[in-house]
């Protein structure tokens, strides 16, 4: 399973979370400084909606997802559209358990498209398996209505579906699924976890070729392979550099942070490589936090540093002239890109030597899913670095 994750999350890999999504379950005075700040209408997007199959035989898949999210996200952070650097929203459904509701179709929207990397996280190491009934073809459907997939024909549009059952099963025939995912500029690519033939005699492969996507076949059970680099215990330090430069705001503040440092163990408890993943994408442009972090929300246009309430502060700053906050948000700005800048360059390092002593069987799910999106994301002209 812990192959699988890895890979799910880049295509995985993830929420019509937009701005308003990340400031998802604060009151109404916490982030009265950054509303609004964010213009998102001429910005690009890669969307990627999971739908995985949450059933008795799929506790591996889920692993694979927790495992290799980070690595799918670092992977993603290179891409390029038209010269610019595209946002990451993810969305995730479960299906197929028999915990969920059986006259939605076993169906359970996890998250809303969403640039929240640590609440995505957080959501897929809440997932467990149970049952059941798994339905292709309604669960396509059901994410193509209720997410916001918007109308920019520069970003690019997927969906991710995995498991291991018939692709024919359900009410809601995968091929009007497929239809109406054509439509919305949706491309769908199916990952059977299994064995390849076995996939395909499912229709799992018919139901990627309808809309020019891919079929994939892994190993769900297979264990994600980290390799341990020279530079990974310099970067983990960094890391913890890294997270004092948040400058927090308001209750969701505290939670955020909270919830930040909590994911940090998350992605810890699998390996050290895992979560020196995680500290890379904490260094890209992917991973903000606009709606709790004054770093992140001075940089967007509109922010005013007038609109700040006192009481909303951190103890550190209240009382302070407006002077003095803009001169601390400064300082933790700078502090942050010089450590990012840090983290990129042994990152670099790294990866050339996780390339030299890789084997050959690479992760399943990472591999198919970011192999998926590189071909996929050149009918758009995206380019990666």
Known sequence: MKTYLNTLLLSVALISFTYCNATHN??????T??????????????????????????????????????????ELSYAKCNGHKPQLQIALYEYGNDNLNAAEGYIRQVLSFSEDLDEISKELF???TKGGNEFCGQVIQTALNQLKWGDNPDDLKLIFIAGNEPFTQGKINYQAASTNAKEKDVTINTIFCGDYRQGVSMLWQDGARLTNGDYMAINHNSATVHIASPYDDIILGL???????????GQVGRQKLELQAEQDENASSYSKANAVSRTVSKSSHLYKNTSWDLVDAEAETGFKYEALKQDLLPKNLKGKSETEIKAYITKK????????????????????????????SANGLENAMT???????KRKKYTWN
Do not use: C, F, P
Not at 58 to 65: N, R, T
Not at 333 to 360: D, F, G, P, S, V
Not at 372 to 377: L, S, W
């Open 239 to 249: 890391n913890e550099k890294l997270n004092s430069t948040y400058v927090i705001y």
């Open 333 to 360: 700005r700078h502090e942050r890109e010089a450590i990012q800048k840090e983290i990129q360059a042994l990152n670099t390092k790294r990866k050339k030597h996780i390339q030299e002593h890789k084997k050959q």
């Open 126 to 128: 809440s997932l467990t």
């Open 33 to 74: 400084a950054t509303e609004n700040v964010v213009n998102k209408s001429n910005k690009q997007y890669i969307k990627v909606a999971l739908l995985l199959d949450t059933s008795n035989s799929m506790d591996g898949l889920i692993d694979q997802a927790k495992a290799q999210l980070w690595d799918i996200v670092n």
């Open 371 to 377: 192999q998926a999106i590189k071909e996929q994301a």
């Open 26 to 31: 604060r009151t109404d005075t916490d982030l």
